[in-house]
Structures are given as structure tokens and as C-alpha cells.
């Protein structure tokens, strides 16, 4: 009778300790369930930041040596190539008759005889672009560069 | 009941030599091991020590170790100082001493002691079975009253600080159903055998 009153004990102090273990292999699970959710709700949210963007690299060379690459430069789509130098970089330009003319990047510029020309890459080299920076729309992906040049 | 030697007329009683040193030998080993699985968070043999010393001498001494590991340990512990914190772990370690007093008591009362060593007897599993589940369950009592006590001290609430340290509550319950299974009834006979041949010597 006593054997049996101590077994019976021992069971329900196992299935005790098989339910603490339960419980709290639930509450883990449900911690990094609540934890993974509201990571992805944030993820979500930044996402939705980026719905209207695109993403270009950006090359800035300023022909002494010096290069400044700008890799994933988030832009608002259908900006041009001047909106998104201006928002890398301080830009002055005038306006002539083909469009914008850049003088100076980030206060590089403005000597005789030496242009700031900018190029687009087409899979196996550069290529020069075809128009004006204010007329050209960026799309998602495209790799640019300035090139400070001196004839 | 531990009675000692008295002097004189007066009724003083001293814990008996052999008793002092179990504690002492006890509470170094449970010092020297924690420092050694400092590396393992909440992986400790304290426990186990600390069980197995009050299993074979009774809840008094287990405690005894518990809180006197604690003393050093807790004092000198690289991750700091706190003294809530350090009487709350004294308590608490002292639980695993109390409940190895009273199963060791119970288990005097029903069958041999110390148990059954042989691993073709099933009474032997049985008896393993029966320390992991007491580990485990000491270990839960012991983490749920640290961590009330450290909730109440640092004011956070219990769920959370719970919630917070359910990893590692669970690692030290599952480590010490483990060490509890497979290490207590080895520790409690081969402490026995010391004991007794020390007795026939």
C-alpha cells in the first residue's frame, strides 16, 4: 500500500516536471514566435519606405587618383541623375540650352578647359551619357559614374 | 539529530569531527567545481554536492554546504556582488540540501541504504529515475525563488524577469536532471564506502 501510494507520488512528480519543462519550452517558443512577428511587422514597415524608391551605385571620380563609390544610393523613382548626385553630394551647375551643366562636385571644378562628364555602365564598359544629367531617369540598378576631366 | 561531545558540567555540544570535515571537504568541492564550470552558465555540480551531502548527513549539513558555498562563491563571483541576491542563493542552495535530508531520511526508513549499485537491478534505475526528478524539481524551487527574490530586489515584474531567463532556467533544470540521474547514486555509494571504511579503520 505504501509502495504504491510512494509510485504513484513518483509519477506525478515526473509528469510535473515533464509539464515545468513543457511550459517553459511553450513560453520560449512563443517569446521568439512574438519576437520573429514583430520583426517582420518592422520589416514590413521599412519595406513599405522603399516601395517607391529604386537603388543605384554611384561613382564620383575626381580625376586625381581619388574615387568615391556610393553602392546602393536609394532614390525616389523617376528622379533624374542630377537628383541623385544632389543628394550625395553638393553640385553646382548652370543651365544652358541641351540642360544642366555640372561646374563643381562637392566643390571640385570650375577650371579651364576640365568638365565634369558623367557615363553609364552597359554590362561591359563605360558609356557616355547620351543626354543632359537633369534629363536622364535613373533606373533600379544602374551604375553611374562622374568623371572629373581635364582636355 | 547530530550530538556532539559536552564539556564539563555545561550542556554545550560540538558537531563531531567527522561531520565538520564532510562539510568542509563538501563546501571545498562545490567551491573548487563552480570555479572550474564558470564558463557554463547554470551549469553546476554544486547542486548535486550540495544534495548528496544532505541525503547521507542529513538536511542540517546539506544546507550547511549550500549556504557556506554561497558564502565564498557568491562573495567572490566575477559577474558581482549583491547582497539580496547572495542571501536569496544561500536560501535557495540550502533547498537542495533540505530535500536530499528528508529523501535520504525516507529512504533509510523503507529500504537499503545507501541504494541499490547494480545496472542489470532494476531497482537501480528506478532510484536514478527518482533523484533526476527530485533534481529537477529542487532546481525549479530554486530558480523560481531567486528569481522572485532578484525581481523584488532590481523591481521587474516576476513574468518577465521569468520570461527573460527561461533559456537558462531551463538549461540548469534539464543539466541538473542529468548529473542528478546519472551522478547522484554513484557519488551517494562511493561517499558511503569512504565513510565506512573510515568507520572500520
Known sequence: MTNDRSGWMWLSMGLLCAFILASSLAAYYYIEYTNYKNLYVETLIELQKYENSIFI????DYGNGTMEWHNRTCVPIGSSLLNATQAIAEVEYTIGTYGVFVTKIN???????AYWLWYFWNGTGWEWGPVACD??????GEIISWLYTRS | MIIGDNIGDKNISFLPTRTVSFIGVMTALCISTNYLMIGLVNVKLMDLLVFVSGYIMGASVGASVGVLTWLV????????????????????ESFYGIIGGLLGKSQRKKSSFPPSMSLTEKSFWKTNIKFGIAGFISTFTYDMFTNLITSLVFDIPLILYIAMGIVFTTIHEISN?????????????????????EVKD
Do not use: Q
Open chain 1, 57 to 60: 551605385d554611384l561613382l564620383i
Open chain 1, 107 to 113: 566643390g571640385v571644378g570650375g577650371e579651364s578647359n
Open chain 1, 135 to 140: 534629363a536622364y531617369t535613373l533606373r533600379n
Open chain 2, 73 to 92: 562563491y557568491g562573495t567572490l563571483n566575477p559577474f558581482g556582488f549583491n547582497i539580496p541576491t547572495l542571501i536569496a542563493t544561500c536560501v535557495g
Open chain 2, 177 to 197: 536532471f542529468l548529473f542528478f540521474f546519472f551522478g547522484c547514486n554513484i557519488l551517494v555509494n562511493a561517499i558511503m564506502k569512504i565513510m565506512l571504511r
